[in-house]
Nanobody, 128 residues
Framework: QVQLAESGGGPVQAGGSLRLSCAASGRAFGNYPMGWFRQAPGKEREFVSAISWNSGSTYYADSVKGRFTISRDNAKNTWYLQMTSLKPEDTAEYYC?????????????????????WGPGTRVTVSS
């Protein structure tokens, strides 16, 4: 059974940092893109960041560019989201996601419907 499990969320003050981790089990995802999405209360789930299988390409939402960094360790079947300069508007449930099909182009990185596996989420709360 494939499972993704996020960790590292919690409360933090504005300007602070957090590092989210997502560990996958039940299947190796070293050949597929991974991503992070988030959903704030009362809002739609939105793309945050994604990374190609070999870390050669990374993608970020404009709202987090320059503040968040995505990375992965295929040997550990784990990927990460380093979040710095956090703002209250970053408060949300953060979800990691994994693809399991080969797709061409780059549009699939930012689309939630292109991801096949999802973690249950980890809450990030940024106070001002």
């Amino acid at each position: 059974q494939v499972q993704l499990a996020e960790s590292g969320g919690g409360p933090v003050q504005a300007g602070g940092s957090l590092r989210l981790s997502c560990a996958a089990s039940g299947r190796a995802f070293g050949n597929y893109p991974m991503g992070w999405f988030r959903q704030a209360p009362g809002k739609e789930r939105e793309f945050v960041s994604a990374i190609s299988w070999n870390s050669g390409s990374t993608y970020y939402a404009d709202s987090v560019k320059g503040r968040f960094t995505i990375s992965r360790d295929n040997a550990k079947n784990t990927w990460y989201l380093q979040m710095t300069s956090l703002k209250p508007e970053d408060t949300a449930e953060y979800y990691c996601a994994a693809q399991s099909l080969y797709r061409s182009g780059s549009m699939h990185y930012t689309r939630a419907d292109q991801y096949d596996y999802w973690g249950p989420g980890t809450r990030v709360t940024v106070s001002s």
